[in-house]
């Protein structure tokens, strides 16, 4: 892949491996995988009584932009609820370019993906996991 889509920012979040790991104990898990690239994504999540998430942990077996989004998500994920991750994965739509609007900090640092459209997925899959784990 080209310098342009693996810049600094992207870099940095995968290898920051910010919540990367598993939860000893776990509310939920939950395992997505992605069949036209082989990234796969589990996540573990605790959960509250009111859903929010108190922990998170995630294990990537993929590419950088799927190991930087399961990062950027994990380092803001506690907290929220299932709405508060829809809004998160509405902020990374907008980032790649699937949702109109301008992303946020962290996930705005995927705006070069925007011109990758078969690598966006890699970006969202970690959002599928989350989702799944929550439900």
């Known amino acids: ?40 994504v589990t996540i573990d999540v605790t959960l ?38 829809a809004a998160l994965r509405h902020d990374a739509e907008c980032a790649v370019g699937r949702q109109p609007g301008k992303a946020h900090e962290p996930f705005d640092a995927f705006e070069p993906v925007a011109a990758h459209k078969s690598r966006q997925e890699c970006v969202l899959l970690p959002f599928e996991a989350l989702k799944d784990a929550m439900s």
């Open 1 to 40: 892949m080209s310098d342009e889509l693996y810049q600094t920012r992207i870099v940095a979040l995968a290898r920051s491996k910010t919540g990367a790991g598993k939860l000893a104990a776990p509310t939920k898990s939950a395992r997505r995988d992605n069949p036209l690239c082989g990234d796969r």
């Open 48 to 85: 509250d009584g009111g859903g929010r998430i108190t922990e998170v942990a995630h294990q990537v077996r993929g590419c950088l932009l799927c190991q930087a989004s399961a990062a950027a998500l994990a380092s803001i994920a506690v907290g929220r609820d299932a709405a508060g991750i």
